[in-house]
Structure formats: C-alpha cells, structure tokens
C-alpha cells in the first residue's frame, strides 16, 4: 500500500510538472550518460536488462547517449542535460517528457509509466 501511494505521489509530481504540454505517440527513450556515474550502473543492474522486453520497451526503445559528447544532432530537447542519468522520452525526434536521475526501479516505472500513458496509443 505505501509503495502505491509514493507511485501516485510520483506519478503526480510529474503531471504538475510536465502539464498538459506532453504531444501524443513516444517513439524513444534517451538516456543521457557518463562514464563512471554511480545511478547509471544502478539502472544498468536494475533494470536495462529487461527493459527492451517490456511494453514500455517496445514503444520507446532505450538510446544510450554520453552526455560528454553533446546531444545528438536529430533530438531537439526542451532545455539543457545536467545530471545523469536524464531519460527524454521523444516523439519524432522531439522531447515530450524526461526523469531526471534514478532512484529505484520502482520510481522509474511510476516516473516512466506516467509520461508514457499521457501520450496517444501505439503508431501502427
């Protein structure tokens, strides 16, 4: 029960801030990292080893990225990368949402599921 409710306070702390400005259908999800970041080997045990094999998975596929080596040329971000790991989930190249930093798995799926349920269904 307690591990629902900080799921839906997350999940609501997200939608205050994304808002209602998050477009429709996710097609990626990039994650922004560096060499030696503690969080980022965390979600590399916890969860990259399933994560291609989920729903979330297959709708928006994880990119890696090195936050040293800039932002990719074809993703248009809402502001700068400062901390690692950051998710941007992207539609078209575009950003419509991010979770900066890793917590837990269990955050991440609430942060994750949220951004992904606000957008429209599956492209065909």
Do not use: H
Not at 91 to 110: C, Q, V
């Amino acid at each position: 029960m307690r591990r629902a409710l900080s799921w839906l306070a997350l999940t609501g702390v997200l939608a205050v801030v994304l808002g209602a400005a998050v477009p429709a259908r996710a097609s990626e999800l990039v994650m922004f990292e560096r060499r030696g970041c503690a969080y980022c080997l965390q979600f590399d045990r916890d969860v990259a080893p399933i994560y291609q094999k989920t729903e979330e998975g297959r709708r928006a596929p994880l990119r890696r990225v090195d936050l040293s080596g800039g932002v990719p040329a074809d993703v248009a971000l809402a502001g700068p990368v400062r901390f690692t790991p950051t998710f941007v989930l992207v539609d078209e190249g575009r950003e419509i949402g991010r979770i900066t930093g890793y917590a837990s798995d269990e955050a991440f799926w609430g942060l994750l599921g949220a951004l992904t349920q606000q957008g429209a269904p599956n492209r065909p």
